[in-house]
Structures are given as C-alpha cells and as structure tokens.
C-alpha cells in the first residue's frame, strides 16, 4: 500500500514539492498508527475483543471510501488534462521487466538499505508494547499509549524534514545520518535494565 501511495503521490507532486507531499503523506499514515495504539487497548479492556474488531471493520470501510474517492479524482483529473498522470507516459519512458538489469549501483544499495531498515525497524515496533509490559511494567494501555511515540515523532517531523530536505538536498548522508541513529537507538534500548 505504501508503494502504490507514494506512486500516486509522485503523479500530483512534481519536483521540489515531492519530498514535502510524502513526507506529509507519511505523517497522516503515522498519526493512524499513533490513533490505533491509543484507541485499540482502550476498546479491548472496555468491551472486549468484539468492539476492537469492530473499530478495526469501520476504519478499514473509511479506507476503502477514500481509495475509490482517490480514484474518482484522478480519473477526473486524467480526463480535464489528458498530459497528466498514465496518459502521459509514451512508449519510450513505459517500464518495461528488461529495464531491472539497468538500475544502477546506488539504486540497488538504497533499495537494500530500505529494506533491511523496514526488517529490523517494523518487528521492533510491533512488539514494543510487550517489550514496554515486561520489560518495564506498563499496564497495556500505558504501553499503547508509549508504543504511539515513535509514530507521534515521525507524524510530526515528517513534512518539515520533507520540506527541508527539498531545500537543502544531502538526500544520501542524511540517510546514512538516520541509519547511525537508528543503530544508537536499538543499542540503547537493548542496553538498558529492567525497571518499573
């Protein structure tokens, strides 16, 4: 889904708006995690595993209601300018499989990089309400509310760095910059004791 966004994203928003466009686009998906950690343990300890799916059901159908809104403004803007968007893709500039063996080096590495920051980064926050509950006594909807953090610091940031970014361009030291302070992080937090 992430994919598909940041494509649509890259379509509406040309040049030095783009990095601005998905690092806002970024910022809402976060603050619906940051809503999800808040609101989900709420609902369980409440009134049970049933109201929590039922949350989950109805956030899922806005979803649905604004992808095919989504898609009724872009077709709507493909038809008032037919340059925009697919209809401006010619033969020549279409991706063709063939076209995979022509990436360059720094594509591959910052493919790589990407991914394993999503492999070590995901699995972490998914499991740091458990790791908030054992490791430092959090009831679960404390840890909830502590596991939104990181999602709170990257909704806020998100479109300024974006914005800045766009300015002041060092696109790949500042992802090298991101990956010693994603290490310092995980070093820290598996350093730390156990405490209440």
Same mark, same amino acid.
């Given at each position: 889904m992430c994919v598909a966004q940041s494509s649509i994203v890259s379509v509406w928003f040309k040049g030095k708006e783009l990095a601005f466009a998905l690092g806002l686009n970024l910022s809402i998906s976060r603050l619906g995690s940051v809503a999800n950690a808040a =609101?989900? *343990?709420s609902v369980?300890?409440?009134d049970g595993l049933g109201m929590a799916l039922t949350v989950g059901f &109805? &956030?899922?159908?806005?979803?649905l209601v604004a992808a095919f809104g989504l898609v009724y403004l872009d077709k709507r803007r493909e038809n008032s300018d *037919?340059? #925009?968007g697919r209809a401006a893709v010619d033969e020549e500039e279409a991706f063709r499989w063939a076209d995979v063996f022509d990436f360059g080096k720094s594509?591959? =590495?910052?493919t790589a990089?990407? &991914?394993i920051t999503y492999m070590s980064v995901f699995p972490y926050i998914m499991n740091l309400s458990d790791i908030l509950q054992s490791k430092y006594g959090f009831?679960? =909807?404390h840890a909830g509310y502590l596991f939104g953090l990181p999602y709170?610091? #990257?909704?806020a940031s998100s479109p300024f760095l974006g914005f800045t970014i766009d300015k002041v361009g060092k696109r790949a030291f500042l992802i090298c910059l991101s990956s010693v302070l994603l290490t310092i992080a995980f070093t820290a937090s598996m350093m730390m004791p156990e405490c209440h």
């Open positions: =609101i989900v *343990p369980y300890e409440a &109805v &956030v899922c159908v806005f979803s *037919p340059q #925009s594509y591959w =590495i910052l990089s990407c &991914v009831d679960k =909807i709170i610091i #990257s909704a």
